[in-house]
C-alpha cells in the first residue's frame, strides 16, 4: 500500500470517525484473510516525515538522508498472503485499495502487488 | 524499537544486477546470510524477505464495483523494495548502522554495493494514539 508524503498530510485531517471505520475495515480484513488461510503477515508503517534514507560511507559508517522529493512514493504499510494464484493477489489488493476513507468512500489507494522470493532459484541464479 | 529497513532500487539497477558473475551472486547472498545469522544471534531481527524483480510487479486498484484493475506499466525512474528487514533495537542509530551494513553488502568484484537503504519505525512501536 503505497501513498506520496501529501496523501498522509490528508490522512492526517481525517475525522475520528472516519479513522475509525478504516482502521475497523483494516482489523476486519484481516480476520478475514487469517480466517481463510491466506494470512502471513502485515505492519504498518509510521509516518514519512521520519523516514532516513541509509548508506554506507568510506568506512561503513552509516551516512543518513532524510530530504525526499514531494512526490516520492512511500510505503504505508504491506501484507504478506499465500494464495495460489497471482489473480487471487490482485482481487485481495483490491479490496484493501476499496477501504473506507472519509465519508465512508473507497480510499482506492494503489496497491503494488510482488511476488515474494523463496529462494534464489526464484532470481534465476 | 521496530524499525524496516528496505532495500530499494530501480529497474534499471535490477538489470544490472542480473549481470553479475556468479560468483559475485554468491559473495553478496553469503553475506546477507552471515549478516541475518548475526543479527537472529542478537534477538534483533524480526523478519526478513525478498522481493522477486520488479518487471513482474502490479499495481492494483479497485474498480468500480470493486474488481481489481491492474497496472504494470511504470515510469523507469520508479523506486522499488527489493527485499527488507525489520530489526527490533534500542536506538534509531541502531537501525542505522544495521542499514550501513546491508548498504556495504559487496558487489561485482566485491566492491560495497552502496545500495540506498530507507529507514523506517514499524507503527504501534510509537504512534499508540491511533484509534
Redesign the interface.
Known sequence: M?GSKANWDEYAKWS?ED??RN?AFMRAFSKELRDAGVFV?T??????N????????KD?????DGVFPES????A?YW?IEVES??QA??I???A??APGPGGK?V??????????SS?S???? | MKYILMMTGTKAGVDTYRAWSKKDMETHFAFLKNLNKELSEAGELVANEGLAAPDMAKVVHAGKDGTPATDGVFPEAKEFVLGYWIVDVESPERAYEIAARLSAGPGPGGVPTGLPIEVRQIMGSKHDELP
Open positions: 503505497n475520528q479513522l475509525q482502521i503477515a505492519e504498518g508503517l509510521d509516518w514519512p521520519e523516514a532516513k534514507t541509509v548508506r554506507a560511507g561503513g559508517e552509516p551516512v543518513t516520492k512514493e512511500f510505503l504499510g504478506i497471482p489473480e490482485y482481487k489488493a483490491a479490496r485499495s476499496a473507497p482506492n489507494m494503489p496497491i503494488e502487488v510482488r511476488r515474494v522470493l534464489a526464484d532470481l534465476g541464479l
